[in-house]
């Protein structure tokens, strides 16, 4: 037996090293996905060599012709970089292109990537013959099967004759989200080349999305704990949001659906961050009980999301992906704000939140800053959501996983634990064990006993009441003893809520109550609630006239509580009315449990007819005989 402890102490001691070994994996595995990011990101080689000239000319009213343009040429802006980003902005943009022919390669054909898939409208016109002719009408608005290259950004083929040392291309275009041109020029070669590697990067942030994706569904669905499916939810919709936000949704799942891909990337994106919100509030312990301002904070941005998601089917565009940006900016700063108020309060779980949502918030905040036009466009910029979200949802799957590992050790403590003090003394782990078994009865009870008891009151409610009433009204039935039941009804105390409030009508119930305990202590009588302001004691072995001097005491208590402290000038006086039953036990009696409470409660409506604050006593006509077998006697009230 002494081999277990140490067993499970070397297993806990290698936690530790199996969470060193983890996060060393996680550095690797991200290390590796930046040096690719960095390595394969398409070289800017044959764009220094073959784009001779770059300049653009801004058309505010979207008026101008190309002969216009062309026209006026000497009024272009020269670009100061190969990377143009105009912002979101409502202006057409003309941008002149010249090429020169590729040198040293054995092809004619060069292709003019503008890396930037999200334009509602890109024409393109090619100087032919000396002017200036549309080859290629593409955009957004236009279906995904009319580009002349299959990308999911924008490819155009140009081709030079055998005389063409340059070749001009002018393009056109406009969008009602942000405008920006990356421009890459490719041979064919590279072009293939670069394609390859963008589809590699991309299918390596995929694959480790659709992993986690994939292990955190299997926790959700092992668990069932709500934490889980949140962050799902969440990985599903920001993979989502990043298959449309690169292009490759257009282009394989809705290449037709030119309306749908106009709306789809705020739509998802506000999904996105709806459950990135929810996931924090969870994962953070932002409770309406702990938190509450806090947690309603949480629900207005939640809701807001839902709100620019449906406003994406009706507002323009632009303001739409304005709203979302800075919807987005502000979120993000206001969830790290929250996790380092959390962390700063001693919570350790804000710590890996801190650590893994702010990458990400980080990257959301640069793309965010792009899109406005506030940073220019970079391939670390266009790439930082995916870069930051792969970061985050590797800690935040470690994260959960650290939350199993502690459970786990917690687990393994108690084991370790139990087992030395078996180890150390069989007869002290018995007691131990029994003085659980002891302590898990009481808490059963404690636990039953909740069930029965009245919440506001604490004594008894009416379910107790009735099995007590049937328990032992067969008692005194084989007993031959006496049974009383005492009917008490609150005076008048529908006024009081109407006058004073709920909350003073509560205050008297629970007056009332603790009176009716004080005056049955001592004795065996089982007071309890009946329903609303009316009571109900039972009284084993109480002769009718014992009861009702019972009776007596509980109104006159009653009647001397003092309430007008709390119920402030005015003075307020609360009195009860109580009507008493009993019989003699009898094996061959008919009285049932209901009779005796329809008794109480006829005396007590006879108390209240006549005045309230008084007692009255259930009698038949054959007064103090008892109740004979099957028979109905008259009724009649003694007060």
């Known amino acids: 037996m002494s081999d277990i402890p140490n067993s499970l102490t070397a297993s ?19 290390g590796l996905l930046l040096v690719l990011l960095v390595v394969l990101t398409p070289s800017s080689n044959i764009t220094r060599s073959s784009l001779a000239g770059l300049s653009y000319l801004e058309d505010p009213a979207g008026t101008l012709t190309v002969s216009e343009v062309v026209a006026s040429k000497d009024k272009f802006t020269i670009a100061e970089s190969d990377t143009l980003n105009f912002g979101l902005t409502a202006s057409t943009h003309w941008v002149w292109i010249k090429l020169n022919r590729p040198f040293g390669s054995a092809s004619s054909q ?5 890396g930037y898939p999200h334009l509602d409208v890109l024409q393109t016109y090619y100087n032919v013959n000396g002017r200036f002719e549309m080859q290629h009408n593409l955009g957004d608005l236009v279906s995904f099967n009319n580009r002349p290259v299959k990308d999911r950004t924008w490819v155009l083929p140009v081709e030079f004759t055998m005389q063409d040392a340059s070749v001009d291309v002018l393009v056109r275009t406009r969008s009602k989200g942000s405008v920006q041109l990356p421009l890459i020029i490719h041979t064919e070669e590279s072009y293939r080349l670069a394609d390859r590697n963008e589809q590699l990067v991309l299918g390596l942030y995929y694959g480790i999305l659709f992993g986690l994706l994939a292990y955190n569904i299997l926790l959700a669905v092992g668990t069932r704990e709500n934490l889980y499916f949140e962050y799902c939810a969440y990985v599903v919709f920001q993979g989502v949001f990043q298959f449309s936000q690169n292009g490759l949704a257009f282009e394989y799942f809705w290449p037709e659906a030119t309306g749908w891909h106009q709306v789809s990337i705020p739509i998802f994106a506000c999904f996105s961050l709806l459950f990135c919100t929810r996931f924090t509030r969870v994962f953070l312990n932002v409770d309406r009980q702990h938190y509450s301002k806090l947690y309603v904070l949480f629900r207005v941005v939640e809701c807001a999301f839902i709100l620019l998601a449906l406003a994406s089917f009706y507002f323009d565009k632009s303001l739409v992906i304005m709203c979302v940006s800075i919807a987005v900016t502000l979120a993000g700063m206001f969830m790290l704000g929250v996790a380092s108020y959390i962390y700063l309060r001693g919570d350790p779980n804000a710590r890996l939140y801190l650590l893994a949502w702010g990458v990400l918030l980080f990257g959301i905040i640069v793309y965010a800053a792009k899109t406005l036009g506030f940073l220019p466009e970079l391939f670390i910029t266009e790439y930082s959501v995916q870069i930051g979200s792969v970061i985050e ?14 459970l786990k050790n917690e687990n393994i403590k108690v084991q370790e634990e139990a087992s030395a003090t078996l180890e150390i003394n069989v007869a002290q782990r018995t007691r131990e064990l029994a003085d659980t078994l002891v302590k898990l009865e009481n808490a059963n009870s404690q636990l039953e006993a909740s069930v029965l008891r009245d919440p506001l009151t604490n ?31 609150i005076d008048h105390f529908k006024n009081i809520n109407d006058t004073r409030g709920h909350l003073m009508g509560d205050d008297v119930i629970i007056s009332v109550a603790k009176t009716l305990e004080a005056c049955c202590a001592g004795s065996a009588s089982i007071p309890a609630r009946f329903g609303g302001e009316e009571f109900v004691i039972l009284l084993p072995d109480f002769s009718q006239q014992e009861a009702y001097e019972v009776a007596e005491k509980i109104r006159l208590s009653v009647q001397g509580l003092d309430f007008n402290e709390n119920a402030g000038s005015q003075s307020l006086n609360v009195t009860v009315s109580i009507g008493v039953s009993s019989f003699v036990g009898d094996n061959n009696s008919h009285d049932t449990a209901l009779k005796l409470i329809d008794r109480a409660d006829q005396a007590l409506y006879s108390a209240k007819a006549s005045g309230r604050n008084q007692c009255q006593q259930y009698q038949s006509n054959d007064a103090g005989s008892g109740s004979e077998p099957g028979s109905e006697p008259g009724d009649t009230w003694a007060a």
């Open 12 to 30: 806990r001691h290698s936690e530790p090293q199996d969470r060193l070994r983890w996060l060393g994996l996680f550095v690797l595995t991200t």
């Open 393 to 406: 949802m590797v800690l935040l799957s470690y994260a959960l996983a650290d939350r199993f590992n502690r």
């Open 459 to 489: 004594i008894y409610n009416r379910r107790h009441f009735n099995f007590v009433l049937d328990e032992t009204l067969a008692e005194a039935k084989a007993s031959q003893t006496p049974l009383s039941l005492l009917m008490i009804d």
């Open 110 to 114: 060069l292709y003019v990537e503008l």
